[in-house]
């Protein structure tokens, strides 16, 4: 950079902390008040007109006439007039923000990330574009802030779904390049995954450089900013291509008739082949700076210690949502009274501070290691109650709207979840967290089962893992969740007389008692086969015997499997969760001759099923009764978040991903 250019800049960098653009003072909270920046944007007079400009004679051109609009016209009408406003309103508000975004990217360049970030979060509040949001995200990991790092950029490639479904529809690799702005987002992406560090960081960093590896070769074109060392680079391109031209020109010159007829086409010429030179050295450099992160995240996955994370127990300095509450969590004492306190917060949007929730996964870690496999729960006395609800697949407000139905946990009104907390909803991870509230301050009547989708492969196919990136932007806190579910009990035994699982029963349920079943070691991830995985994933049918399950894991079994089963282990009924299909009308369903029950507890499932969730209630004489109910209605101070199945976290689709590889 020369002299004049930094001393200009640093006369611009003046007016800004002139007018209170301050590293932690307030954001402007109105456009208006930026006004200013557009004397900071002057880059002075412009240039006198040189004598070629003077006596070039333009000839000047008839104007066609151009139809009268409505407001020449005088017809405007109400609507007409409210939409001519808002677009000149809307552009307004895109010129500025363009302006701010311009300004802190020169800021970034000079190294001030803080005023960047300043520049940059007014950009997003008067338009959130994915440029906009990628941009602070590289401030954000300058500064070392590398979960708001993170998140900007989950948001950055999430908002550029259009964008990218454009790109993989078009044939064209002209037009191809024009919709390829997203892969510098995939880029940056991977650099803030790489930066969080574990194996699951460095995984996830290697995947979307993957990506952009891929498209940038298929295109011969790198679509982002200039890589570092890029000037250098450049010189050595031009210098080489310069030699090779002389070379060339010093041949031409040998049949002087035929080239002064193509002088100016060969000039030309010379221009696009210089251009792609620079373009294929600019790509060259990028794919070798991309190669060297990709190493560095092999050696931290070969590293067994990798994922072993630390987090200081002091609250984090991060504003997890600016746009609700957080709620600083009392986590050694935890009373109902908070728990209240915390729900009602929860339900209009509020969020945990990440290290309260990172604490909290640790706490219900705890004391689920302490629990067996199958956990014994005494027959309910008198008046006593035992409840139990099915799966509820992210769907927050159906899951508060559970809790209060049922009251406070007790001696005598117990609660169990039979699993399947996350994927699919759009609320998993407030789901768990709700949960493991109750959990912590209710240990002794509040239970919680592992299903089938408290599973990491699971996890990452049906969204789970960009839902907890995207709302804390923690590889840690998605570290922390896994290894919460792997110490969930995998059922309960009421009274021994019934079973509670989240699936049902083994390939070997004719022979298999409770005592195989504690015997075995949970704390893994869930196997493809065996009897830890058929609890977890199998479905009852009319048939006899056992068959492979279309589910790909578990299987189907038959009712002289649940016979042999109940009459091996002195049971009566098995209590189950996991399917959908026969539970629509009432919520549950039943098989075997009413000896295995199924409930479901997500009513109108995925918001298109229209079923409705039910309840199982076992009182002290054994015999189940249930509740049903319709979903829950969301209040409006709810702030939306977007469903899961919508996120565009691995390229779109599973078509999408296919293209891709």
Not at 95 to 112: C, D, F, Q, R, V
Request: hydrophobic letters at 35%; charged letters at 25%; aromatic letters at 8%.
């Amino acid at each position: 950079m020369d002299q004049s250019s930094s001393d200009g800049f640093e006369e611009r960098l003046e007016r800004m902390d002139s007018i209170g653009c301050e590293l932690g003072m307030t954001l402007p909270s109105s456009p208006g008040s930026f006004t200013w920046v557009d004397s900071i944007g002057d880059r002075g007079p412009s240039p006198p007109p040189t004598s070629a400009e003077k006596a070039q004679v333009v000839t000047p051109q008839p104007r066609k006439a151009k139809p009268m609009s409505p407001l020449q016209m005088g017809t405007e009408s109400p609507s007409q007039r409210i939409w001519r406003r808002a677009s000149r309103a809307a552009i307004k508000v895109s010129s500025e923000a363009n302006t701010l975004w311009k300004e802190g990217i020169e800021l970034h360049e000079h190294g001030h990330y803080s005023r960047a970030t300043v520049f940059f979060t007014r950009c997003i509040d008067m338009q959130p574009l994915p440029e906009y949001l990628s941009s602070r995200s590289m401030a954000w990991l300058k500064l070392g802030n590398k979960v708001a790092a993170l998140k900007d950029a989950m948001q950055a490639v999430e908002k550029h779904s259009k964008t990218i479904e454009r790109y993989l529809k078009e044939k064209c690799q002209d037009r191809r390049r024009q919709y390829a702005s997203f892969i510098e987002c995939y880029y940056r992406r991977g650099l803030c995954f790489a930066a969080q560090g574990g194996c699951l960081g460095s995984t996830l960093a290697i995947q979307d450089f993957r990506i952009v590896t891929t498209q940038c070769v298929k295109l011969q074109y790198w679509p982002g900013e200039d890589p570092p060392g890029w000037e250098e680079r450049r010189q050595e391109a031009e210098e080489e291509f310069e030699e090779e031209r002389l070379a060339i020109e010093e041949q031409r010159r040998q049949d002087a008739e035929d080239r002064e007829g193509s002088i100016a086409s060969e000039d030309e010429e010379e221009d696009q082949q210089l251009e792609d030179v620079l373009e294929r050295a600019r790509l060259g450099l990028v794919l070798e700076h991309i190669n060297d992160v990709k190493s560095d995240c092999s050696m931290v996955i070969s590293n067994p210690e990798a994922d072993d994370f630390t987090t200081d127990v002091n609250h984090l300095s991060l504003e997890v949502n600016h746009t609700t509450k957080n709620i600083l969590l009392p986590l050694k004492t935890l009373t109902p009274a908070h728990l209240e306190k915390i729900l009602e917060t929860k339900s209009t949007g509020g969020i945990l501070h990440l290290n309260d929730v990172l604490g909290l996964m640790s706490r219900g870690r705890d004391l689920f290691l302490q629990l067996p496999n199958i956990v014994d729960i005494p027959k309910p006395v008198g008046d006593g109650k035992i409840h139990i609800v099915g799966d509820i697949h992210g769907q927050l407000h159906d899951l508060l709207n559970i809790l209060n139905k049922l009251g406070t946990p007790t001696k005598d009104n117990i609660i169990i979840f039979n699993g399947d907390f996350v994927d699919r909803g759009a609320h998993g991870l407030e789901c768990v967290v709700v949960l493991l509230l109750y959990k912590v301050t209710y240990p002794n009547y509040f239970f919680m089962v592992r299903g089938n989708h408290e599973d990491h492969t699971v996890n990452e196919q049906y969204h789970f893992l960009p839902e907890v990136l995207m709302k804390y932007g923690s590889v840690e806190l998605y570290h922390r969740v896994q290894s919460l579910f792997r110490s969930m009990p995998l059922g309960h035994l009421i009274g021994n007389d019934i079973l509670v699982v989240h699936g049902g029963l083994p390939k070997c349920g004719d022979t298999c008692l409770i005592e195989d079943i504690q015997k075995l070691n949970r704390d893994i991830d869930v196997p493809d086969n065996g009897i830890l995985s058929d609890i977890l994933w199998s479905d009852p049918v009319a048939e006899e015997g056992t068959q492979p399950s279309s589910r790909k894991r578990g299987v189907l079994y038959g009712p002289d499997i649940t016979e042999a089963f109940l009459k091996n282990n002195k049971l009566s009924k098995i209590i189950r969760s996991h399917d959908v299909n026969n539970c629509t009308e009432n919520g549950y369903a039943f098989d075997h001759d009413g000896k295995c029950i199924t409930v479901f507890s997500a009513p109108n499932y995925c918001g298109s099923y229209g079923n409705k969730g039910a309840i199982v209630h076992v009182g002290s004489d054994m015999t189940p009764t249930f509740t049903t109910f319709d979903s829950a209605e969301v209040p409006l101070s709810f702030v939306p978040t977007l469903a899961p199945h919508h996120f565009h976290f691995n390229f779109a689709s599973a078509a999408t991903a296919q293209t891709v590889r």
